[in-house]
C-alpha cells in the first residue's frame, strides 16, 4: 500500500536535547512537507520540500532543521532552539509544483513531549 | 496573502440532524479548496475538493461542499449527522503557482448527541 510513514507515534525527550522525527513515503511524490498542530491554532507549515536536495522555510522553521537527500525521506531535527517543542507533528507530501494536483496526503504524526 | 477562517471551534449537532461548517477564505486569484477530516491522534483525510468546474462538490462519507465566489465561502454540509463523524474537520486553501502549499484554517470540534 502507498502512504506516508511517521516514526515513532509517541516521543518523550528531556529540555535542552534534539530529536529527529522521521517521515518516508512511497507515493514518488515529489514535495513534502512538514506541520506543527496546536490545539485551536490548526496547521502551521515548519518547512517544505519540492524536489531533493532542496527545500523552503514555511511560517514558523525558527529551531527546526530539515534535510531531503532523498526523495522518499524528509526527516525533522527539532533542535533545543526551539522554545516551545511539545506538539503533534505532522508530515505530508504531494505531486509536486509540476503537476496541478494541490491535495497532500497527510502521515499519522507524531507526539512530541518535551519536558 | 491567502487566509482561511472557519467560523465556530466548536460544533455539536444530534445524530441525524443536518452537519454544517463554515469556512471562508481570501484569496486574490482564484483559489483551489479543499476539506479534510481528522481523528483524535491521527492524521489528516482528504473529504473533498474543489479546483475548477462544478461549484458544488461531492466527497466521502455523504458530505459535500459548495464554493461560493460571490461570498468567498466553501461551506461543508451532511444531511444526517452520524455517531462516526465526530472529528475535527479543517479547511484549506491553495493558490496555484504557490508551491502547492495549502493554508489552513484553525479547525471546528464536530460533536454529534445521541
Keep these: ?115 | 496573502a491567502q487566509s482561511v477562517t472557519q467560523l465556530g471551534s466548536h460544533v455539536s449537532v444530534s445524530e441525524g440532524a443536518l452537519v454544517l461548517l463554515r469556512c471562508n477564505y481570501s484569496s486574490s486569484v482564484p483559489p483551489y479548496l479543499f476539506w479534510y477530516v481528522q481523528y483524535p491522534n491521527q492524521g489528516l483525510q482528504l473529504l473533498l475538493k474543489y479546483t475548477t468546474g462544478a461549484t458544488l462538490v461531492k466527497g466521502i462519507n455523504g458530505f459535500e461542499a459548495e464554493f461560493k465566489k460571490s461570498e468567498t465561502s466553501f461551506h461543508l454540509t451532511k444531511p444526517s449527522a452520524h455517531m462516526s463523524d465526530a472529528a475535527e474537520y479543517f479547511c484549506a486553501v491553495s493558490v496555484r503557482g504557490y508551491g502547492n502549499k495549502l493554508v489552513f484554517g484553525a479547525g471546528t470540534i464536530l460533536r454529534v448527541k445521541s
Design chain 1, 1 to 115: 500500500d502507498g502512504g506516508i510513514t511517521q516514526s515513532p507515534k509517541y516521543l518523550f525527550r528531556k529540555e535542552g536535547q534534539n530529536v529527529t522525527l522521521s517521515c518516508e513515503q512511497n507515493l514518488n511524490h515529489d514535495a513534502m512537507y512538514w506541520y506543527r498542530q496546536d490545539p485551536g491554532q490548526g496547521l502551521r507549515l515548519i518547512y517544505y520540500s519540492q524536489i531533493v536536495n532542496d527545500f523552503q522555510k514555511g511560517d514558523i522553521a525558527e529551531g527546526y532543521s530539515v534535510s531531503r537527500e532523498k526523495k522518499e525521506s524528509f526527516p525533522l531535527t527539532v533542535t533545543s532552539a526551539q522554545k516551545n517543542p511539545t506538539a503533534f507533528y505532522l508530515c505530508a507530501s504531494n505531486s509536486g509544483p509540476q503537476t496541478s494536483s494541490y491535495e497532500q496526503y497527510f502521515g499519522p504524526g507524531t507526539r512530541l513531549t518535551v519536558t
